[in-house]
């Protein structure tokens, strides 16, 4: 039996998650905003249109590791919106704030991801929920998130390396040559070195 109770927690936890969310990756994309406010059952979780690339993200809590199973989940039906919005050139993000990151995959052509997913069912049994058709994205092609300015903030602080002039062989000849040459002069101040 459905546990209405439990389930409207996790909805309001959810959407607490999801702000959360948002805030975590707004460094890259600045305009992120919820995609319908007035219907928490949208068909994606935010939209964005940075730089004139409108982006659809869809956001999911999961209270493990990202790789504890053989993928992350979403439900099938997001999936299907998805292959519509690719078709109007909306793309598709779908992101899982787990324990150790954030991690995203973009679906961008079925035919050629298709390896990349497991169809299966699935559901929340303990708000007594029945079997959905769900999506796992494998763990291997899962991506974790990287804000941008924090790359940029560690690029400028790695120390630049230096760059060993390598000394060819003919150099050190030639040095030994003068060397020697110096040591054989009586008249030291005749001797002068020049180097091209």
Same mark, same amino acid.
């Given at each position: 039996?459905?546990?209405?109770?439990?389930?409207?927690?996790?909805i309001?936890?959810?959407?607490?998650?999801?702000?959360?969310?948002?805030?975590?990756i +707004?460094?890259?994309?600045?305009?992120? +905003?919820?995609?319908?406010?007035?219907?928490?059952?949208?068909?994606?979780?935010?939209?964005?249109?940075?730089?004139?690339?409108?982006?659809?993200?869809?956001?999911k809590?999961?209270?493990?590791?990202?790789?504890?199973?053989?993928?992350?989940?979403?439900?099938?039906?997001?999936?299907?919106?998805?292959?519509?919005?690719?078709?109007?050139?909306?793309?598709?993000?779908?992101?899982?704030?787990?324990?150790?990151?954030?991690?995203?995959?973009?679906?961008?052509?079925?035919?050629?991801?298709?390896?990349?997913?497991?169809?299966?069912e699935?559901?929340?049994?303990?708000?007594?929920?029945?079997?959905?058709?769900?999506?796992?994205?494998?763990?291997?092609?899962?991506?974790?998130?990287?804000?941008?300015?924090?790359?940029?903030?560690?690029?400028?602080?790695?120390?630049?390396?230096? +760059?060993? +002039?390598?000394?060819?062989?003919?150099e050190?000849?030639?040095?030994?040559?003068?060397i020697?040459?110096?040591?054989?002069?009586?008249?030291?101040?005749?001797?002068?070195?020049?180097?091209?």
């Amino acid at each position: 039996m459905l546990n209405n109770e439990l389930k409207q927690k996790n909805i309001d936890f959810g959407v607490s998650k999801e702000i959360e969310f948002m805030n975590n990756i +707004r460094i890259n994309y600045p305009s992120i +905003r919820a995609n319908n406010k007035k219907d928490k059952y949208a068909s994606m979780d935010c939209i964005s249109d940075d730089n004139g690339i409108i982006i659809e993200h869809e956001h999911k809590y999961r209270n493990i590791n990202h790789d504890a199973y053989v993928g992350l989940m979403f439900n099938r039906c997001k999936f299907y919106n998805s292959l519509e919005q690719i078709k109007n050139g909306i793309r598709q993000f779908y992101w899982w704030s787990c324990k150790d990151g954030i991690y995203y995959f973009e679906l961008k052509d079925f035919e050629k991801q298709k390896h990349m997913l497991i169809f299966g069912e699935n559901g929340n049994f303990q708000l007594g929920e029945s079997k959905k058709k769900v999506i796992d994205v494998k763990t291997e092609y899962l991506i974790k998130f990287q804000p941008k300015k924090l790359e940029t903030i560690i690029e400028k602080e790695e120390p630049k390396k230096i +760059r060993k +002039r390598k000394v060819k062989k003919k150099e050190i000849e030639l040095d030994n040559f003068l060397i020697q040459t110096k040591k054989n002069t009586k008249d030291k101040s005749m001797f002068f070195m020049s180097f091209d």
